[in-house]
């Protein structure tokens, strides 16, 4: 019970990070944005470090919070570039499907097999995802962008392996050194594009703010996700969190008085079906 209800604050927190990710990156473009928002993060974290006085994890657990670190931040780089250029109906969606299938496969290998109901609700908060994130046109709109599936391809990819990689660094126990870690690896893969394009390091200082909520609420994804495979399966964290878009739409509608379409609410359905399932 525990591990669905970190892995849902989790996609709660992500979804609203994505929001607010996708508002910076279009001010100071992508990649500047998740650079700043990990910057705002680590200090925020060794902030709380010396309150909290963490054990520091042992090699093994830093080299996979490291490489998590990297595919994740590669990941979001992807889905915020993708954003910016207008492609949101799609970016969200494909990339939070592949997200969730690449640890399902590995729980399986690893884990073993779930139970017959968790396997069906995997089933519904995939579909779920998938609607929830439609635009009124649905599949059409999908359809009609298959050439610029690339990026959110790859950026469901990158995520999928942060799930899987930071899942194995933090089994045995410990949180926020490994996001210490995993920001860092994050911020290297960052600098070396920055300083290979000879991209500008400026931003618009009126933009700090998003970046920082952005930052911070990247983070609380982060540590809820670490807390969910650390009470729980792996798949089953990770299908949960990748519910993300979900949970953008519904924030949406909740405090921006958006409207939601028939298929984003069988999504919001579907996930509650999902929800209940994986708790039998």
């Not at 993060?41 to 490291?66: C, K, M, W």
């Not at 009124?136 to 942060?162: C, N, Q, R, W």
Request: a neutral charge.
């Amino acid at each position: 019970m525990l591990s669905i209800l970190f892995g849902l604050l989790s996609a709660l927190t992500w979804g609203a990070g994505d929001f607010t990710g996708g508002l910076a990156a279009r001010k100071v473009g992508a990649f500047r944005s998740v650079f700043y928002a990990e910057i705002i993060g680590v200090i925020f974290l060794f902030t709380v470090l010396g309150v909290l006085n963490e054990p520091l994890p042992d090699a093994r657990a830093q080299f996979f919070s490291v490489l998590a670190g990297m595919f994740g931040t590669l990941g979001l780089m992807l889905l915020y570039h993708a954003m910016s250029i207008g492609l949101m109906s799609i970016a969200a969606p494909v990339s939070a499907l592949l997200a969730a299938v690449l640890p399902v496969v590995v729980g399986i290998f690893t884990e073993g097999f779930p139970g017959f109901l968790t396997l069906i609700g995997f089933g519904f908060a995939l579909l779920a995802v998938w609607l929830v994130s439609q635009s009124k046109d649905g599949v059409k709109d999908i359809l009609s962008h298959l050439a610029d599936l690339k990026l959110p391809l790859l950026a469901g990819i990158g995520f999928g392996f942060y799930f899987v990689l930071m899942h194995q660094a933090t089994r045995d126990g410990g949180a926020v050194w490994h996001m210490v870690f995993s920001r860092m690896g994050g911020m290297l893969l960052v600098v070396v594009y920055l300083l290979a394009t000879r991209s500008s390091w400026k931003i618009d200082l009126s933009a700090m703010p998003i970046i920082a909520v952005n930052g911070i609420l990247d983070l609380g994804g982060n540590f809820f996700f670490i807390l969910a495979g650390q009470a729980g399966r792996l798949d089953v964290a990770s299908v949960l969190s990748s519910l993300f878009p979900g949970a953008t739409v519904v924030l949406a509608w909740i405090f921006l008085k958006e409207r939601l379409n028939r298929n984003q609410w069988i999504g919001v359905i579907c996930a509650l079906i999902a929800i209940i399932l994986m708790t039998l």
